[in-house]
């Protein structure tokens, strides 16, 4: 088989089949743990980013695949999303729900109201329901009105969007008032959403996200985003997120493309040229990518989700230079240490959470969780099957 073929195959009889397991039929929505011993812990909390993803993975697999039985798996996370996780008195998706629907941690923040936007929006295009696209439009002008200051976007909020700190999203010993990470998925949000409304309103946000990437998150010195910032986009810290950055580089490309703006695609798109280049060279080592570089020391582990969209950033840089031969190496050399090592072998397993740089799998962290999810690893063979 060749690439295409072997990354198709992963997606039909490994990842759908997988997360289709998962699906709670008493409950709603998709169980929210198994751990490395692959015990299903079926009252864990059920993370809302998990849920959307989810539905935006079956959606988006519906979409492509056409086979009846994934736009009822979507059905019934689109059902979860609407019927539990947003909350009906004040609007906005909660932080995560009890294995029961109830409410667990009411935390209303951005990246997560971005999710569920990502998902009603995919799920709108595979069901043709209206209804979910009023909702992402709720969620929209919820975010632009509460969630925004006059610089970029704000992070955490209590249920009735008073401001609080950002945990959730700060990391290596900072707590940060603005992420990288919450405008990357803001962006990615608004052009699904824009490419099946065509909504006047949320095109002009993407340009102005866009503005803000070009002018605060980027690093033109460096070649790389910033990642940590305080109120005013200062970084507060010295991080180079190696796969947020190549993640960035196709994300970007694709909300350029939607966008369809001479202007903008002049402006941002040697800026996704210089990501992908730079990466390339700190931080590929000829078969997968370290995880990020914090105040000059590599973390070296290699993280499942890095490594798909290192084949996805890859092979889009070769699409966007077809003279950049060793970019479309680096994918299918991506691939080859992903097959070898990173997608558990086990049966009733899906891909490790993290491997070494020679390919033992760190134990004990999870399987299933409210990060782990067919986002990263799904949409990567989707793409694939999409662009090859």
């Known amino acids: ?61 519906y979409t492509l695949l056409k086979d009846e039985s994934l736009l009822k798996e979507a059905d019934h996370g689109y059902a979860f999303l609407k019927d539990h996780c947003i909350d009906k008195e004040n609007g906005g998706i909660y932080w995560s729900m009890n294995y029961d629907g109830t409410p667990l941690d009411t935390t209303k923040h951005t990246y997560n109201q971005a999710f569920c936007i990502y998902a009603l929006s995919s799920y709108y295009e595979a069901s043709g329901k209206k209804e979910a696209l009023d909702l992402a439009k709720q969620l929209f002008h919820m975010i632009e009105e509460k969630c925004t200051d006059d610089q970029g976007y704000l992070e ?68 790389r985003q910033e990642v940590f910032f305080d109120k005013n986009y200062n970084s507060i810290i010295d991080l180079h997120s190696y796969g947020h950055d190549i993640e960035t580089a196709w994300l970007m490309d694709r909300s350029l493309e939607i966008l369809d703006d001479d202007a903008y695609t002049n402006r941002l798109s040697p800026i996704t040229k210089a990501l992908t280049e730079n990466i390339y060279k700190v931080a590929f080592d000829g078969h997968s990518l370290s995880n990020e570089c914090d ?41 080859q240490f992903i097959k070898d090592y990173v997608i558990d072998k086990r049966p009733g397993s899906e891909w490790f959470w993290l491997v070494r740089q020679d390919g033992t799998p760190v134990e004990g962290e999870p399987i299933v969780e409210p990060w782990k999810c067919p986002y990263h690893n799904g949409r990567m063979c989707m793409e694939v099957i999409r662009r090859l």
């Open 295 to 335: 105040k000059g020391v590599v973390d070296t582990n290699r993280v499942w989700w890095v490594q798909a969209e290192t084949v996805i950033g890859f092979l889009n840089g070769y699409e966007k230079d077809p003279s950049k031969t060793e970019y479309k190496e680096a994918a299918e050399a991506t691939w």
């Open 156 to 223: 955490a909020f209590t249920r009735d969007f008073q401001p609080e700190s950002n945990e959730k999203l700060s990391e290596n010993g900072v707590l940060a008032e603005k992420t990288m990470n919450t405008l990357l998925h803001v962006l990615e949000a608004y052009t699904e959403l824009y490419r099946v409304s065509k909504d006047e309103q949320v095109k002009e946000k993407l340009k102005w996200i866009m503005d803000v990437f070009a002018d605060k998150v980027y690093n033109p010195k460096l070649k």
């Open 1 to 61: 088989m060749n690439m295409k073929e072997e990354i198709k195959d992963q997606l039909v009889s490994s990842i759908i089949p997988f997360w289709k397991n998962l699906r709670d039929d008493e409950f709603g929505g998709y169980y929210g743990y198994m751990g490395y011993d692959l015990k299903l812990d079926k009252k864990a909390e059920k993370g809302c980013i998990l849920n959307s993803r989810i539905t935006w993975f079956f959606s988006n697999a």
